[in-house]
């Protein structure tokens, strides 16, 4: 499998790549999850995004918010999946590069996410850590965990 990752700003993005990142994130946390929300919260414009590639197909993704858009701290968000691509050990791939990718773009400091509850274990073992107590987002259980320096 050839593996690429790409970030880049809203408006570096191709109309193809930006269709198929609306695409992915619409299959998964619309379609998937059953859950109707307003994907398109102008924070897009704002943030950088990071395509990952497998076999020249967008596999998975994320998005890189500076701090004080969605938190004080930088975030990453929309951390998803393409449904053929899971249980390969992308995701942990993909938020080690998305990691990497906020302290190249915004230098070393926090990350803040809100992550989904089921996979606590998961980003604890990324060095994140619970921030408060569970709460409901769409009808999702997340909880806002901090990775410090």
Do not use: W
């Not at 198929?20 to 059953?34: A, G, H």
């Not at 990718?101 to 850590?129: D, N, T």
């Amino acid at each position: 499998m050839i593996e690429s990752f790409v970030v880049k700003t809203f408006n570096e993005l191709s109309t193809s790549e930006l269709y198929q990142v609306l695409q992915l994130r619409n299959e998964v946390f619309i379609v998937e999850q059953n859950c109707p929300y307003p994907d398109l919260d102008n924070k897009d414009l704002q943030s950088y995004h990071l395509l990952y590639y497998a076999d020249g197909q967008l596999a998975a993704y994320t998005r890189l918010l500076p701090a004080g858009l969605s938190y004080h701290e930088v975030s990453i968000g929309r951390v998803v999946t393409a449904p053929l691509y899971r249980a390969k050990g992308l995701g942990r791939r993909l938020m080690e590069a998305s990691i990497s990718a906020c302290y190249e773009k915004f230098g070393r400091s926090p990350i803040r996410i809100g992550a989904q509850l089921y996979l606590l274990r998961f980003y604890r073992s990324l060095g994140f850590e619970e921030q408060g107590e569970p709460y409901d987002e769409d009808g999702i259980p997340h909880i806002e965990m901090l990775k410090t320096v």
